[in-house]
């Protein structure tokens, strides 16, 4: 592991850098959804179904990073897909047909799946070697990329069109992997207490936790981040629309939906710390719920966009820290293969979710589908409570 602080904190802003461009790049590719939808000419229906190739690509990916970092560790994987990632967000605009979109969204997909598997897996070792739960600063910068992606993208809707600001994000993407993968690469891995040097990366492909009761409770925090992530998947993908085409806001102002959501993130997770630290992982985890739920029910019913912004604010600042929790806790107990399975299933939820308020919204409204983010808030705050006494003693 590494010897001193500084290298400590040398990995630290490595992996906190990686966290950011990933937020920017996926933020940066949602806000320009809704120009993407006209340009393919797709239905409510036919756009869910395309971005359930960004899902199908992460879940399948999100597996197989596991045993990919386990055999060659989570930084050169980390690098691998950051590369992949900057790459394939230039190609959503090169697509004319809701078919041609879904096949290359699930590059992208596969791309954004692998990266988050394999910098979680790195964080997860850093939070117990340093041995405090600072996981919620790492999401914090994933949503400070997602709040300065969204707001650039904003600025630029007019101005340029999705072709070239997403080409301007692969280029950014490619020079931050270069500087930031330089550096990751050439620190040395963090080794949790609990392992030796030669177990991480774990070589001979034997993920830990084995046992049935670790097996339940990592897929216990898997559903709970599934029901916040959803939540975070709805605001990215149908929180512009809602804004534009419910409550008539300008194009930019529909943007700064997603802004308002990640700063607020941004500002829950950069508390996080404290928060745990002071009230624990299950309080934490109902506090922010019960917020969340309160946030959406008034973002997707309020009859005003000022009243949206609000509530979606207060959505963001509810759901900041529960998946960054899951996912830590999930790891903890699992290595790779905790972090792997939560993963799947959190960002499975946050993926899997916007198809299906697509299908929602025809059925019924969008403003009606996106309540069920509170509904799955409320959802992930009585399993919490439901089983904190065995995530306490796991």
């Known amino acids: 592991m ?56 992460a879940v399948v990916t999100m597996t197989l990073t596991g045993r990919l970092v386990r055999r060659y560790g989570s930084h050169p994987v980390t690098v691998a897909c950051a590369v992949l990632l900057c790459l394939s967000v230039a190609l959503p605009p090169l697509t004319h047909s809701a078919l041609a979109l879904g096949i290359v969204l699930l590059v992208f997909g596969s791309a954004y799946g692998g990266i988050n598997v394999a910098f979680n897996s790195a964080a997860v070792d850093l939070v117990a070697v340093l041995g405090r739960p600072i996981m919620p600063s790492f999401h914090a910068a994933f949503s400070l990329g997602g709040m300065v992606g969204a707001g650039l993208g904003g600025l630029v809707a007019g101005a340029l069109s999705p072709t070239r600001h997403l080409l301007a994000l692969t280029v950014t993407g490619l020079l931050v992997t270069l500087f930031a993968g330089r550096a990751l690469l050439r620190c040395e891995p963090a080794v949790p207490p609990d392992r030796t040097p030669e177990e991480a990366p774990e070589r001979d492909g034997a993920p830990r936790g084995r046992d049935p009761r670790t097996r339940r409770l990592v897929v216990t925090f898997g559903l709970i981040a599934l029901c916040t992530a959803y939540g975070e998947g709805a605001m990215a993908d149908w929180g512009a629309l809602h804004l534009e085409q419910d409550l008539d806001a300008s194009p930019g102002t529909a943007a700064a939906g997603y802004s308002c959501f990640a700063l607020a993130m941004t500002v829950g997770r950069l508390t996080g710390t404290t928060l745990l630290e002071r009230l624990g992982r299950t309080a934490t985890v109902v506090a922010g719920g019960s917020t969340a739920v ?16 609000f509530g979606f604010a207060i959505t963001g600042l509810g759901l900041a820290n529960i998946f960054p929790v899951a996912v830590e806790r999930a790891g903890a107990l699992g290595g790779p293969s905790g972090v792997a399975t939560a993963s799947t299933l959190g960002y499975g939820g946050m993926l899997l979710g916007p198809p299906a308020i697509g299908f929602m919204a025809d059925w019924f409204s969008l403003p009606a589908a996106l309540t069920s983010v509170a509904a799955l808030a409320a959802v992930a705050v009585l399993v919490a409570v439901a089983t904190r006494r065995a995530a306490v003693t796991g």
């Open 2 to 57: 590494p010897g001193t602080r500084h290298d400590l904190t040398r990995l630290r802003v490595a992996l906190t850098a990686f966290f950011a461009l990933d937020g920017f790049v996926f933020a940066g590719w949602v806000v320009r959804i809704p120009a993407i939808k006209e340009q393919t000419g797709a239905s409510a229906s036919a756009l869910g179904l395309a971005l359930l190739g960004v899902s199908a690509g």
């Open 294 to 309: 309160a946030g959406m029910l008034l973002g997707s019913l309020a009859p005003s966009v000022w009243a949206a912004l």
